[in-house]
T-cell receptor, first 111, second 116 residues
Framework: AQSVTQLGSHVSVSEGALVLLRCNYS??????LFWYVQYPNQGLQLLLK??????LVKGINGFEAEFKKSETSFHLTKPSAHMSDAAEYFC?????????FGTGTRLQVFP | KAGVTQTPRYLIKTRGQQVTLSCSPI?????VSWYQQTPGQGLQFLFE???????NKGNFPGRFSGRQFSNSRSEMNVSTLELGDSALYLC???????????????FGAGTRLSVL
């Protein structure tokens, strides 16, 4: 069965600092992985996806993630945080008939 | 192209009542999935409908049901509401259905249900 684990329920960074949100997956088959972002009182917006093509995936808003099979990881990064990046971020793995989500990481950005 | 539309955005009900939530998928999408989001349990899969057929159901009691119409719009119904049903209910639409690995799910803004 597939699962994802997000390390750190809260991450705080200063504006302009590197953002690193961690996600580790467990899957018995080659995984399809996703990062979604949720702003307050909104639904989920797809940031990026890994579907077994390039291991470095670029998404919207300057985010990217690298698939590392040896580490079973799919961490999300952004070189320079912006105040507007403050939100909750969810890593997800494709299950047989559904998306399986991690518990989420709330990102705070301080001026 | 319009995104996924969920109505209403907010609902307040009392215990024992029933509620119906609506989801209009992106034009051309035939699959609609429903998820429940709570602070304690996170995002949990409820069910998926594809071409008017329920294809998969999560681990929820029978009080939770849904249907899909020929125009792909979907409704979710919860009967005999309990306090624990308070949650954000998210609908996601996709083109090919959740069984397709590369299929992407696009989410609506959700319906926030409060049960008093």
């Amino acid at each position: 069965a597939q699962s994802v684990t997000q390390l750190g329920s809260h991450v705080s960074v200063s504006e302009g600092a590197l953002v690193l949100l961690r996600c580790n997956y467990s899957s018995s088959v080659p995984p399809y992985l996703f990062w979604y972002v949720q702003y307050p009182n909104q639904g989920l917006q797809l940031l990026l996806k890994y579907t077994s093509a390039a291991t470095l995936v670029k998404g919207i808003n300057g985010f990217e993630a690298e698939f590392k099979k040896s580490e079973t990881s799919f961490h999300l990064t952004k070189p320079s945080a912006h105040m507007s990046d403050a939100a909750e971020y969810f890593c997800a793995v494709k299950g047989t008939d559904k998306l399986i989500f991690g518990t989420g990481t709330r990102l705070q950005v301080f001026p | 192209k319009a995104g996924v539309t969920q109505t209403p955005r907010y609902l307040i009900k009392t215990r024992g009542q029933q509620v119906t939530l609506s989801c209009s998928p992106i034009s051309g999408h035939r699959s609609v999935s429903w998820y429940q989001q709570t602070p304690g349990q996170g995002l949990q899969f409820l069910f998926e409908y594809f071409s008017e057929t329920q294809r998969n159901k999560g681990n929820f009691p029978g009080r939770f049901s849904g249907r899909q119409f020929s125009n792909s719009r979907s409704e979710m119904n919860v009967s005999t509401l309990e306090l624990g049903d308070s949650a954000l209910y998210l609908c996601a639409s996709s083109l090919e259905g959740a069984r397709v690995n590369k299929n992407i799910q696009y989410f609506g803004a959700g319906t926030r249900l409060s049960v008093l």
